[in-house]
C-alpha cells in the first residue's frame, strides 16, 4: 500500500483533471445514449419523438458511426492548436447540442443536432486518452490506464441512472443534465487545466491530414491486419444491441413490474428510489446493470484471462458475449436479464479490453501506434451495422407497433393511422379495445402469434460468426507465423 499512494502522488494535476473530466463527459454521453433509442422511438404522449425503428437505427448508426471515424482528423487538429483550445470548443458544442436535443422534435433537426453532438464528442476522444499518456510513465502507466478505465465505467453506470431517474418528470431533463455536466467540464478546462508537453508541427494541417491517411493506407495494407479488423465488426455490431435494441425490446415486450415486485420485498427503499410512479423499472435501468457488473468484476476477470493469450480470451470472450445477448431476447422475463446481462458482460469484460492489446502485438516494431488508430474503423464499422439491425431488421421482425398494424390489417380493423394527434399509445389502447383485450393480453398475444423473440437468432448468427471466424483466423493466419 506504501508504494501504492507512492505512485499516486506522481501524477500530476492535468492527470487528474482529465480523469474528472473523462467522468462527466461520459456520464453526460451515456446518460443520454442509454435512452435515445427509447427517446426516438417512444410515443409521443409520453414526450418522446414517436420515430419509427427504421429511423432511429439509421440515425443512431450513422451518426455514431461518423463519431469513431472523425478522431483521424481531430487528433490532428488538436495536436496543432493545442489541447486546451479544442476541448474549450469541444465543451461549447457537446452543451450545446446536448440542449438542442431536448428542444428539437422534427427529425432531421434532431438528426443534426446529434451530428452536432458527434463533433463535439469526437474533438474530445483523442484528447483525454493523449493526456493520460502524456502524464504517466513506465512506472505509473498501468495504474493510470486502469484508473482511466474506472473512471470511464463510473460515468457509464452513474449517467444512464441519473437520467432514467430525470426523465420520469420530463424528457427534457435528461438532455438538461447532459448539457449542465459539460458545463462543469468547460469550468475546469478553463480554470484548472495545464496544457501537456506537445511538440509543434512543422508542417501544414492539410500535409498533417495527408499523411495521417497515408499512414492508415500503409496499415491497411497488411491483409492479416486487414482481415482481423474486419472479423472485430461482428463483435462491435453484435455488443452494440445492448444500446441500440436491447431498451426499446425491454420497453416493448417486457412487464418490468416484476422486477419493481421482487426488489420491494427484498429492498423496499431501493425499489422506491429506482422505479417509476407506475412500480415498474425502467428499461435502461435494467440495461445498465451491464456497467455495474463491469464495475464489479473487470479487475477479476482481467486476472482470470491475464494468461492466456489474447486471441484466445477474444475468442472465449466473445463465445460468452453471443450467448448472453441471445439470451437477453428469448424470453419476456425481464428477471431473466439479471443472468443473461452477466453472461454478456462477462463474455465483454474478457474479450474487448484484448482487442487492442492484441493489435499492439501484432503490430511491426516502430508502428504500434500507427495500427492502433486503425481500431476506431471495426467500432464505427459496427456501429453502422448495429444501426441497421436496430432499425429496418428490429422494425420487420419484432417491433412490437410493426406487428400490430400488421394484425389490425389482417382484422381489418379501422384504426387511424399514428399522428402528432394520435400516438402510439392511443393506437395500442384503440387496438386493444377493437380485440377486446387488456393491454398485457394484447402483448402477449403478439408474442405468442408474431414470435419477436425471433430476432436473437439473427444476434446469434452474428455473434456465431464472428466466433467461427477468429477460430479460422487463429488457426490459418496466425498458426502459420
Known sequence: MPKFFKILKKYPQTFWIANTMELFERWAWYGMFMIFALYLTGSTDSGALGFT???????????????????????????????????????????????????VTEYYSVFAAFIMLATGAALFKPIISACIAKTTDDETSSLGFGMFYMIVNIGAFVG?????????????????????????????????????????SQTSFGQEVSKIFRNIWEALRDLKFVIFLLIIVGFWTMYNQLFYTLPVFIDQWMDTSVVYNNLHNVWPWLAEQIGTPEKTIAAE??????????????????????????????ISGFLVSTIGLSLTFITSN??????????????????SPKITEYIGKIAPEGKTALYMGCSFLPMAGGNFLAGILSGDVYQKYSDKISLLQQEVASRKLSIPEISGSFSQNDYINKAAELMHMNTHELTTYLWNTYHPYNIWMIFAAIGGTTVVAMLLFNWLVVGKK
Open 53 to 103: 425503428q427504421a429511423q432511429k437505427g439509421v440515425m443512431m448508426g450513422s451518426v455514431v458511426g461518423f463519431l469513431y471515424l472523425l478522431p483521424v482528423v481531430t487528433g490532428a487538429i488538436a495536436d496543432r492548436i493545442g489541447y486546451k483550445k479544442v476541448l474549450v470548443i469541444a465543451y461549447i458544442l457537446l452543451s450545446g447540442s446536448y440542449f438542442l436535443l431536448g428542444r
Open 160 to 200: 444512464p441512472v441519473v437520467a432514467s431517474l430525470a426523465r420520469q418528470h420530463d424528457w427534457t431533463y435528461v438532455f438538461n443534465i447532459s448539457s449542465a455536466v459539460i458545463v462543469i467540464n468547460l469550468i475546469l478546462v478553463l480554470l484548472f487545466f495545464k496544457e501537456p508537453a506537445r511538440t509543434e
Open 285 to 314: 435501468m435494467l440495461t445498465n446493470i451491464d456497467a455495474m457488473y463491469i464495475i464489479l468484476f473487470q479487475i477479476l476477470v482481467s486476472y482470470f484471462v491475464m494468461k492466456l493469450k489474447p486471441i484466445h480470451s477474444m
Open 334 to 351: 425481464p428477471m431473466f436479464l439479471f443472468i443473461s446481462i452477466l453472461i454478456f458482460g462477462l463474455g465483454e469484460m474478457a474479450g
